[in-house]
Nanobody, 124 residues
Framework: QLQLVESGGGLVQPGGPLRLSCAAS????????IGWFRQGPGKGRDGVSC????????NFFDSVKGRVTISRDNDKNTVYLRMNSLTPEDTAVYYC?????????????????WGQGTQVTVSS
């Protein structure tokens, strides 16, 4: 069974860092582009960042530019999202998603496999 599992969410202090993991099981991520999306309260699901199967990185939000690092460890079949200087506006459910493609896409419609999401709350 193909599955993505996010972890690392929780309560984060404003200004603090975040490290999320997306672990795949049932398939290898080597040939997949992996995107991170988030859905804040009352908002749509928006792309945050993506890493292509070749390792190219794309940040979709200007608001996260300079604050986000995405990386992948194919040996561990895991993709990581690191974000720093968090604000309450970063509060959301964060999802990882996979599409068998060389390229990233900011559209959630392109992705075939989704994790269940992990809640990130930025609050003091």
């Amino acid at each position: 069974q193909l599955q993505l599992v996010e972890s690392g969410g929780g309560l984060v202090q404003p200004g603090g860092p975040l490290r999320l993991s997306c672990a795949a099981s049932g398939f290898t991520l080597d040939y997949f582009a992996i995107g991170w999306f988030r859905q804040g309260p009352g908002k749509g699901r928006d792309g945050v960042s993506c890493i292509s199967s070749g390792g190219g990185r794309t940040n979709f939000f200007d608001s996260v530019k300079g604050r986000v690092t995405i990386s992948r460890d194919n040996d561990k079949n895991t993709v990581y999202l690191r974000m720093n200087s968090l604000t309450p506006e970063d509060t959301a459910v964060y999802y990882c998603a996979a599409v068998r493609s060389l390229y990233c896409s900011p559209s959630s419609l392109r992705y075939d496999y989704w994790g269940q999401g992990t809640q990130v709350t930025v609050s003091s």
